[in-house]
């Protein structure tokens, strides 16, 4: 498991649901694999009661299934919980891009443009790690522009499901079209199209629909069977 720093100021509890959470999604905790809390707890430097509330906050969005005597599994790939991650993700975040083309101001429009700049860089230079914090990160942006904050936690709790698809997604697919679409949608943004930029959001949350075959091909073992 790869461990991150501890934030100042925050909770033993919040730092181990971040660093459990950061782990499921960049697949370091694989799934269908079976954690221990003592581990968790013994790694971190944790008592187990923070790891046993980390460890119950993500049962509660179905990611992590708590089994009485034997430890917890990490949940194999649900497409089911996938397509609910984006349905209310889409549905904000439209709104959220509607609002951006509003809100924007000259300044917020150097600073996405740098980030999809250092999103090409990484991206070519075969940084998978930094080049999904950057994904996210432009994503992030438009909440912040907009003063929507709360909404993006909330998207963020359930969003994990659809992180584990993105992170497999980026060694299976071209990433270069991803980039490609936040730039489009910079450029929507940018020249206040309001209805061009909903469109854009919508077609880009979407890809997974595009790309579910190739990313199931190559990593059969951590989705769930299609009856």
């Known amino acids: 498991m790869k461990n991150i720093e501890k934030l100042s100021k925050e909770s033993n509890r919040d730092f181990a649901l971040r660093v459990i959470r950061e782990n499921i999604i960049n697949l370091q905790l694989q799934p269908g694999s079976m954690i221990s809390e003592q581990d968790i707890a013994d790694e971190l430097h944790l008592s187990r009661t923070p790891v046993h509330e980390a460890l119950q906050e993500l049962a509660r969005t179905k990611i992590i299934e708590i089994l009485p005597q034997r430890g917890s599994l990490v949940s194999l790939i649900d497409m089911e919980l996938v397509e609910e991650a984006v349905f209310i993700r889409s549905t904000i975040e439209v709104a959220v891009i509607e609002l951006a083309c509003r809100k924007a101001t000259e300044e917020d429009f150097v600073k996405l443009e740098e980030n999809v700049s250092l999103q090409k860089f990484y991206q070519s230079?075969?940084?998978?790690?930094?080049?999904?914090?950057?994904?996210?990160?432009?994503?992030?942006?438009?909440?912040?522009?907009?003063?929507?904050?709360?909404?993006?936690?909330?998207?963020?709790?359930?969003?994990?499901?659809?992180?584990?698809?993105?992170?497999?997604?980026?060694?299976?697919?071209?990433?270069?079209?991803?980039?490609?679409?936040?730039?489009?949608?910079?450029?929507?943004?940018?020249?206040?199209?309001?209805?061009?930029?909903?469109?854009?959001?919508?077609?880009?949350?979407?890809?997974?629909?595009?790309?579910?075959?190739?990313?199931?091909?190559?990593?059969?073992?951590?989705?769930?069977?299609?009856?």
């Open 125 to 227: 230079n075969q940084n998978f790690e930094k080049f999904m914090e950057l994904d996210n990160e432009f994503h992030e942006m438009f909440y912040r522009i907009t003063n929507k904050m709360q909404c993006h936690y909330m998207v963020k709790t359930m969003n994990i499901h659809y992180d584990r698809f993105r992170e497999l997604r980026m060694y299976s697919s071209d990433t270069t079209i991803i980039i490609n679409e936040h730039k489009a949608l910079l450029d929507a943004v940018k020249n206040r199209d309001e209805k061009g930029a909903k469109a854009l959001i919508v077609q880009h949350l979407n890809r997974h629909y595009v790309d579910e075959k190739d990313v199931r091909a190559k990593y059969p073992q951590y989705f769930i069977k299609k009856d």
